[in-house]
């Protein structure tokens, strides 16, 4: 046995409009992924203070920032 959905004519229509009308959901942006380091290591180098005072201006995060100066000068990214 086969049961029939009971819809009005409203209830049609309004399907039918909706469907034509809606927006496509946009896609989800790409999102770039770096590769992740096989680990980290703590050294002791010396820089120039004006160097420092450059990545540090920005605030918290200024030696992962010269860390990716430094991958990007050595080719690594």
Do not use: C, Y
């Amino acid at each position: 046995m086969t049961f029939r959905r009971h819809t009005s004519a409203v209830d049609r229509a309004e399907a039918m409009f909706k469907k034509v009308t809606a927006k496509p959901a946009p896609e989800a942006p790409e999102v770039k992924r770096n590769a992740i380091p096989v680990g980290k290591e703590s050294v002791t180098i010396r820089i120039d203070n004006d160097v420092i005072a450059h990545f540090q201006e920005d605030g918290p995060g200024w030696q992962d920032r010269i860390n990716a100066a430094l991958r990007t000068a050595a080719g690594l990214d």
